[in-house]
């Protein structure tokens, strides 16, 4: 239901993730550059940082999600009422919402999608950093 009492929809919750900087990829395809390419562009944009901030948003509605960005005055929240289940009527727990996938191919270009290609990574749902130095050491990158 919207926060203003009107109708109920029902939804599938998906969480989507941005980095900082991940926008690097906005004015490309991957036919015209790689996923390492973009990566290393990507790394020079952060710089030598130790944590990369994580930003989400709701899939299709593109609502911040509650409590994760203390920047923002409006999230999901202030347009919509608490989820519920359909069926239980339970409140939704936001840290049980899947995180959705993205990739950097010839089937897909998604925003960011290049930090999964080459990475492997993909947040936790609602994680609010990524330690850089971990990421690189675990994916091998130099």
Known sequence: MNAGGGDHTHETLELEWFLDGDHVSDDYTPDEISAEALFDRWLVQIGDVEEVPV???I????EVVPFTDD???EDFLSF???PVHAETGQ???WLTLPVVSKGWSKLRADRGGFIQEVTGWKPSPLQRTVHMPSLLKACGWN
Request: aromatic fraction near 18%; avoid cysteine.
């Open 91 to 93: 409140k939704l727990n």
């Open 59 to 62: 899939l299709r509605l593109g």
């Open 80 to 82: 919509y009422t608490w």
């Open 55 to 57: 930003r989400w948003r």
């Open 71 to 73: 920047e923002v005055t």
